[in-house]
């Protein structure tokens, strides 16, 4: 399993982003211990990798 993921070292746009995850996943019926540590792991993933919004490169 990945290690977990301090809030510390997490930017601003990634805590907004986290935040909202949050909240669906909470509406969707997860607990919010769990959905907290599963949204900023996803946050985190989705500004790693180029999702989650954003400009659009196309043209």
């Given at each position: 399993m990945n290690?977990?993921?301090?809030?510390n070292?997490?930017?601003e746009?990634?805590?907004?982003?986290?935040a909202r995850i949050k909240e669906k996943l909470i509406h969707s019926?997860?607990?919010?211990?769990?959905?907290e540590k599963q949204s900023l792991r996803?946050?985190?993933e989705e500004m790693?990798?180029?999702?989650?919004?954003?400009?659009?490169a196309g043209g």
């Open positions: 290690q977990p993921i301090s809030p070292k997490v930017s746009k990634e805590r907004r982003r986290a019926g997860m607990g919010e211990d769990e959905a996803q946050a985190v790693e990798s180029g999702e989650g919004g954003g400009t659009n």
